[in-house]
């Protein structure tokens, strides 16, 4: 009966594979019942590492390359089953391929806002999202920690353990790169490179290597992106607050006129609007003085300290009408603007 069993069993002489598709980080050799034959050929192709396990323990690793299995190319599987340099005999052996080529266009993102620490604001509590790559870069500890026995490890399976490693690292990557968080958010290839610092040796532990990792977008709570948002202005007029006054004065202008054209508000609405629309037609003037001369400031300062003693005929002009529309929308009776009208016209005397 033992000689029909050895006659009935099959013996490998070529491993090898092929990859059918994507996706796919580890793959069994199917053995079966069947034998490896002493001097088999193994074929292992660019981007994979081919690992022979027996009894449950990591024996030999081959990169890319065609081997005739012998003594000298299993060296620790000749150490662990003692064999003599004369062996013949087929032998059993798990065999385990590994891909090592980029997997891309893997995505992360943070389902919920994640609170981090920062130095100038404390908490902040932020949504984020991007890409990355990695590969196999350690196929022996990647089997002993993750793949295990199994016939087939997919990039799915993985999936879920990476995007967890790099969601709970994003609060220690802010803080251990030292740069101030609105930075980070203003420059997403400094925020992603601050991820992968603190990401690769999170990645290697389990034997991936991390190949890169894009921030795509930063999502912040309303009044911190107000805060970045000066902050780029800012650095639009080279952080010179005179010219950075002038550019908020310059935004300020049409929010004031749709205040106006819109009608609301009432009597104190359009009041606010007009001694507004004054102060506001002084302030500009005083920066864009600056803007032009910077010896400016001293003669705006003095003007500035100077009693206002007398109205332009264009402020008496321009109140009138604001008197008359107030009047046409029955705000003012006839009186009421004929009496203001009549004091009006008595400062051009």
């Not at 070529?14 to 050799?29: S, V």
């Not at 399976?157 to 203003?186: K, T």
């Not at 010219?243 to 929010?255: D, E, L, N, R």
Request: net charge negative; aromatic share 8%.
């Amino acid at each position: 009966m033992a000689l029909m069993d050895f006659i009935k069993k099959q013996f490998i002489d070529i491993i090898q594979w092929t990859e059918t598709g994507d996706g796919t980080l580890a793959w069994r050799f199917p053995m079966a019942e069947m034998e490896i034959q002493n001097g088999a050929s193994l074929t292992v192709r660019e981007s994979q590492v081919a690992v022979f396990v027996n009894e449950g323990k990591v024996a030999d690793v081959f990169g890319p390359g065609m081997y005739k299995l012998t003594t000298q190319t299993l060296p620790v599987l000749t150490y662990l089953k003692n064999w003599d340099k004369l062996f013949e005999s087929p032998f059993k052996s798990d065999v385990y391929f590994f891909s090592t080529r980029q997997q891309v266009d893997q995505k992360w993102g943070t389902p919920q806002p994640i609170t981090i620490r920062d130095k100038d604001f404390g908490a902040v509590r932020l949504r984020a999202f991007g890409n990355y790559s990695f590969r196999v870069g350690d196929a022996k500890l990647f089997h002993t920690e993750i793949s295990g026995t199994r016939d087939l490890y997919t990039v799915a399976d993985l999936d879920g353990q990476l995007r967890g490693l790099v969601l709970q690292n994003i609060s220690n990557a802010i803080a251990s790169s030292g740069v101030p968080f609105l930075d980070l958010a203003a420059n997403q290839i400094e925020f992603a490179n601050a991820l992968a610092t603190q990401l690769k040796p999170e990645f290697a532990k389990i034997g991936i290597q991390l190949e890169n990792i894009t921030v795509q977008n930063v999502s912040l709570p309303e009044e911190l992106q107000k805060v970045l948002d000066q902050k780029i202005g800012m650095g639009m007029v080279g952080n010179d607050m005179g010219k950075f006054m002038q550019y908020q004065t310059a935004q300020a202008i049409p929010k004031f006129a749709e205040g106006s054209a819109s009608g609301g508000g009432g009597i104190a609405g359009d009041a606010m609007g007009l001694g507004a629309g004054v102060a506001l037609g002084q302030v500009l003037a005083q920066n864009l003085a600056q803007g032009l001369n910077p010896n400016a400031a001293a003669t705006a300062a003095v003007a500035a300290a100077a009693p206002v003693s007398e109205i332009s005929a264009n402020d008496v002009m321009a109140t009138l009408e604001k008197l008359g529309d107030l009047k046409t929308k029955g705000i003012l009776t006839q009186e009421e603007f004929d009496a203001k009208k009549a004091e009006l016209l008595k400062k051009l005397v």
